[in-house]
């Protein structure tokens, strides 16, 4: 049995029945012409189905018996129950984007089945404009966010006529990789993993003690820079929670974000990360309960050097949303200043200091279920913003056009809130999942986003585009 990386238990050690640590995406696709909905569901169901050649990715899951092996090793299931795992569904009518959402904010309230392989499929027809969403989750042990989302580019193409669509989880998308060596070393490779796999953990342990005092003098030396173990303001995101949640999401043309990137000489990443800093301070006064001092994020990164489409290699910086300033103008300067910094500060660490400090950052969240711990613990971030890139170009699954992607991420104890984005060749899709009771009237953050979007293009002088619903 392989072990199990400390970025990868801790999702399986930090999970509760009202906090479910899987992560999932919604796509919506267009039927190719002369097509319907239902005959392009009938389609993928049936592709989904006949594909008996599962990946080792989708065979995986905690090893047996997971009360007590299931965080430290994984094993691997040699028969799949395709039926289990792929679900088709119809909305009820009408048939909106309401029912929709609806029905994946339900599902993704749910755990998934440990003694299984952690994912589930669910393919969706009903929606009264013609098209089919699939709506998938996986454990956010088995995958992060960049990696999920090249599992599913893998089973696109590019081309509109292509018709060898297949599944997400057939091997032969794995067999443009160049054959694995049979030599020597490939065999002292393989009988000295075991130690290489033990050492690599001691690393991550080892690599905690530098990162953090790189960070503590970055801290101290400059005032634009949101340190980490610091604690940010309590607020209505940083709360124990219940297990319902609610998602919302929005996509918005992604010229308009380009436009005020290029007219202010700033990243995309600062465009959106200022979008979400005005419309969570919009949201907050709303609810009458803006704190005093500015919110802090924590924005997931990644430090994937490969092309892999399974595991966590991820680490954080820390952001100040500066929710505190109802100018438009400085609270993007304050952002940008403070994002800067902090890809700066991560950038000097090595690989694994940035691993490992990734994993010190998010291990008080393991401790989050322990009654009182979030109550009398103050928050060290208010929420999660993850900026996941895309599909480059127009993809399609066997004729049918991908026409939306959004993110569906994981609400925890005390981060009762999490925007994430997935960027595509013309759309910024945001997908907001937050705990249903505690966040009352959560679509209206997208509203917000929508406002905050428009102020920064006063800001920037450029002329405001239509967005799309």
């Not at 569904?89 to 029912?99: D, F, K, N, S, T």
Request: hydrophobic share 45%; charged share 20%; glycine share 6%.
């Amino acid at each position: 049995m392989p072990y199990m990386p400390v970025t990868e238990s801790m999702f399986l050690i930090a999970e509760t029945r009202e906090q479910p640590m899987h992560a999932g995406g919604l796509q919506l696709f267009i039927p190719r012409e002369g097509q319907s909905a239902t005959e392009l569901a009938e389609e993928i169901v049936e592709t989904f189905h006949s594909c008996a050649d599962i990946r080792p990715l989708f065979r995986k899951r905690p090893a047996s018996p997971a009360a007590l092996l299931g965080t430290l090793a994984w094993s691997y299931d040699d028969e799949i129950d395709v039926d289990y795992h792929v679900r088709r569904a119809v909305l009820p009518r009408p048939g909106r984007i309401r029912e929709l959402l609806r029905y994946v904010s339900l599902n993704h309230s749910a755990l998934l089945d440990r003694t299984r392989p952690m994912w589930e499929l669910h393919i969706i027809e009903g929606l009264d404009d013609g098209r089919v969403a699939i709506y998938t989750k996986i454990h956010h042990s088995l995958v992060d966010g960049i990696s999920a989302l090249r599992l599913l580019e893998n089973s696109l193409s590019p081309d509109p006529n292509d018709r060898t669509g297949t599944a997400w989880w057939d091997t032969a998308l794995l067999r443009r990789r160049p054959p694995r060596e049979t030599t020597g070393a490939s065999l002292r490779s393989r009988l000295t993993a075991p130690l290489g796999q033990a050492l690599n953990l001691t690393g991550q342990i080892v690599g905690a003690g530098p990162a953090a005092a790189k960070i503590a003098w970055a801290g101290i030396t400059d005032d634009a820079f949101a340190p980490p173990f610091v604690p940010a303001p309590n607020t209505i995101l940083d709360v124990p929670i219940g297990s319902a949640r609610r998602f919302a999401a929005q996509q918005w043309p992604r010229q308009r974000l380009d436009a005020v990137g290029q007219a202010l000489d700033i990243t995309l990443n600062d465009v959106v990360v200022t979008m979400c800093a005005g419309a969570l301070r919009a949201y907050l006064i709303d609810q009458d309960a803006l704190p005093d001092d500015p919110l802090i994020a924590a924005m997931p990164v990644s430090t994937r050097t490969d092309k892999s489409s399974e595991g966590n290699a991820v680490t954080a910086i820390m952001a100040n949303l500066a929710t505190d300033q109802p100018d438009p103008e400085r609270r993007l300067a304050a952002v940008i200043a403070s994002t800067r910094k902090a890809k700066q500060v991560i950038r000097g660490l090595s690989p694994l200091q940035a691993l490992a400090f990734g994993a010190a950052t998010f291990a008080p969240l393991a401790l989050a279920p322990i009654p009182g711990f979030v109550r009398s613990t103050p928050p060290q971030f208010n929420v999660l913003i993850s900026n996941v890139p895309g599909p480059s170009r127009p993809m399609y699954w066997n004729g049918a056009a991908l026409d939306g992607c959004y993110p569906v991420s994981i609400a925890m104890h005390g981060q009762a809130l999490n925007i994430t984005l997935t960027t595509t060749a013309d759309q910024v899709n945001f997908g907001l999942i937050g705990a249903r009771k505690e966040l009352p009237s959560l679509q209206r953050i997208l509203t917000h986003l929508d406002t905050a979007l428009d102020d920064l293009e006063k800001v920037a002088g450029v002329r405001p585009l239509r967005s799309v619903p």
